[in-house]
């Protein structure tokens, strides 16, 4: 065999076969590039305008590589610029967001973890139906609860503030991370509840010492999914608050409803980057636990 | 006194009845098997007693106390899961300690405890690992020390050996056995391989369709199956069943492969009203080849001619297809003195072993 190897000549199948391959591979690469490109350009250009001097953007165009390079757009739409009468720019909106998505974030995936652990480990008669019926929260567009939100965050007291909004997302949010959870736990065994309930553990004992130290994979599912949606959701936002209390989305959309003078793209694109800035942080962060979650099961 | 004990057990799930009506007993330190077909019940019988399976109706006593309604963690019961249920996230100790803790046991007497067992089982030095980090014995050992270390009075095994290969489930089935001895422990055990029951259990109770078939030591089980399900299920290969005839009080005939009658001598008169035609039950070990040697060592064998099919030599023993009639049964052989293929041999069977059951009712006469 070694020496069938050894003496072979130069085989023209073989070089045409590297040939094509590397074509292939040139092509592929190439259409992934040209569409990475496409949908990279619209951030780069923020970037850059968010860089960029105002006065190089009203000369060469919003499109255009920067000529000039300053952070001051940052900090003004950080801290100082002013819409409608207040010059206090991003800051309270961002932290509004930051108050809001974090308790938002946190309970609703709790509560997703603990309905989870009912649906797939104490089943009772019509828990399906419950669960299937929690399932329905998932296909529904949120526009369809605005009017019996807005009736019940008057009749609590909660309209235009972030506590109003952390109940809506705390609400909203439970169909998905029951999801998430009950599918994951489902794949526990369950002799190993029945081995515990043996062992003298209770039901929430059984939740803290087994159920929960197997779950981190789909709690940072949950987490990641729930924090990136809650921070980009917009619409609860405009409607329900106003302001000072508005989150950092519907702050945005003030921004550039702001006033009579000419449009500051630099401040705006800053602005939009400050908004855009923690999803995209989670994205680079937990996105490969994000996929491992989802597609790893409870026990290796 | 009785460590279990259960009186007319009913489970059903909507209409369909899983278990009809279990009766059972074993007494302190007793080794019981439940053994049957997938499907027959054992295992929601044992969930039952663990209290993991609600009761529909009958009772289930362990030791003096009605257990009923009592939770799992109150009835004294310790359990090997056929899975091993060892919870994941936890190293060995922790496996083991977790029913201590959550019974508040002291620290002190949890350590104590974590020493005994793992000396018992010789798992010392597995005790920092999780269970992703052990072997298939490994955790079998380990899951037999979480139970090992209650000291309840009942432990219950469901199929604790059939995800092991085939070599192991024979060391730890020899090892349960001898832990069995020194621990002294009434025990339940769950199994479908009739193997194990045997050479396990004190008594062993053969489940079929949601009853107890019989519940006898397995020397009652084998020799005398009380009908053709227990007979069947239990030995392997499993026991032949051969159509006959009555053609006096204890003599029978059967049809031989060249279609002539061939009478048989019964070791023992039948009962008055047993039925025409019988069905007889010869175990393969109590078919031989027929000598005069034999026949004055066992003067109950009776003989006829049989045809030769198929020779399966195992290497300890070897295993014949013969021609009856239209029915194919096996014999077991000693590989020096087997048959072989296309021969015709005079059967030897030993009509003292045998058993006659009623066709109708499956039962034995």
Not at chain 1, 256 to 266: I, L, N
Not at chain 2, 279 to 286: A, C, D, I
Not at chain 2, 293 to 302: H, T
Request: net charge positive; proline share 5%.
């Amino acid at each position: 065999m070694a020496d069938i190897a050894l003496n072979a000549r130069h085989d023209p199948e073989a070089a045409a076969a590297t040939r094509r391959y590397f074509w292939n591979r040139f092509l592929i690469y190439a259409v992934l590039t040209l569409f990475a490109v496409i949908y990279l350009a619209p951030l780069l250009v923020v970037v850059f305008n968010s860089l960029r001097e105002q006065s190089d953007i009203a000369r060469n165009g919003l499109i255009s590589l920067p000529r000039s390079f300053r952070l001051d757009a940052w900090a003004e739409a950080w801290g100082t610029y002013c819409v409608s009468g207040t010059c206090e720019g991003m800051k309270r909106n961002f932290f509004n967001s930051l108050w809001m998505t974090i308790p938002a974030t946190l309970i609703s995936t709790l509560l997703g973890a603990m309905n989870g652990y009912v649906l797939s480990k104490w089943r009772f008669k019509g828990s399906e139906i419950l669960f299937n019926l929690m399932l329905l929260g998932v296909f529904m567009p949120g526009q369809i609860s605005l009017m019996p939100w807005a009736f019940l965050l008057g009749k609590l007291g909660l309209t235009n503030s972030t506590y109003g909004l952390v109940l809506i997302h705390v609400v909203q949010g439970i169909s998905f991370t029951t999801l998430f959870c009950r599918n994951f736990y489902v794949s526990i065994p369950d002799d190993l509840i029945k081995a515990a309930r043996i062992d003298g553990a209770g039901f929430w004992r059984i939740f803290r010492k087994i159920i929960l130290p197997l779950s981190p994979p789909i709690l940072i599912v949950t987490v990641i999914w729930q924090f990136t949606g809650i921070w980009n959701e917009y619409l609860f936002g405009v409607v329900f608050t106003s302001g000072q209390q508005q989150p950092i989305t519907a702050a945005l959309v003030a921004l550039t409803a702001g006033g009579t003078t000419a449009r500051a793209y630099d401040v705006m694109s800053a602005a939009v980057l400050i908004g855009a800035l923690p999803p995209l942080l989670i994205y680079l962060f937990g996105g490969k636990y994000f996929v491992r979650g989802l597609t790893q099961g409870a026990i290796k | 006194m009785s460590a279990l004990m259960i009186r007319d057990l009913h489970k059903s799930y909507g209409g369909l009845e899983i278990l009809a009506g279990i009766n059972l007993e074993a007494r302190t330190g007793e080794f019981i098997a439940l053994v049957g077909p997938s499907g027959c019940g054992k295992s929601t019988l044992l969930a039952m007693i663990a209290g993991l399976e609600t009761v529909t109706s009958g009772e289930i006593w362990i030791g003096d106390r009605l257990v009923n309604s009592v939770q799992p963690k109150d009835r004294d019961i310790a359990m090997v899961f056929q899975s091993y249920a060892l919870y994941p996230t936890m190293t060995v100790r922790q496996n083991i300690t977790f029913g201590m803790e959550s019974r508040g046991v002291p620290k002190a007497e949890q350590a104590e405890a974590v020493k005994r067992v793992a000396a018992l089982l010789q798992i010392e030095q597995l005790l920092k690992r999780k269970p992703g980090q052990l072997s298939g014995g490994q955790r079998q050992r380990v899951a037999m020390g979480r139970a090992l270390v209650r000291d309840p009075k009942l432990f219950l095994f469901d199929e604790p050996l059939s995800n092991l290969d085939a070599k192991l489930r024979v060391d730890m089935r020899t090892e349960i056995k001898k832990l069995h001895h020194r621990v002294g422990k009434t025990t339940v055990y769950v199994t479908h391989d009739q193997v194990e029951a045997m050479t396990l259990a004190s008594r062993i109770a053969v489940m079929n369709q949601g009853s107890v078939q019989q519940f006898d030591t397995p020397k009652r089980i084998y020799d005398r199956p009380t009908n053709m399900f227990v007979a069947g299920f239990m030995g392997s290969p499993a026991m032949n069943f051969i159509p006959a005839r009555l053609t006096g009080s204890t003599s029978i005939s059967v049809r031989a492969a060249d279609g002539s009658d061939a009478a048989l001598a019964l070791a023992a008169p039948l009962p008055a009203g047993a039925p025409k035609d019988v069905v007889l039950g010869v175990r393969p070990e109590h078919i031989y080849r027929f000598t005069t040697d034999l026949k004055s060592r066992k003067p109950a064998v009776e003989s006829m001619q049989a045809p030769v099919e198929l020779v399966e030599p195992t290497g300890a023993e070897t295993l014949a297809v013969l021609r009856l009639g239209d029915l194919e049964i096996t014999g077991r052989f000693e590989p020096d003195d087997a048959p072989v293929m296309g021969e015709t041999i005079t059967l030897g069977i030993d009509m003292s072993r045998a058993c006659l059951f009623d066709p109708a009712t499956k039962a034995l006469l």
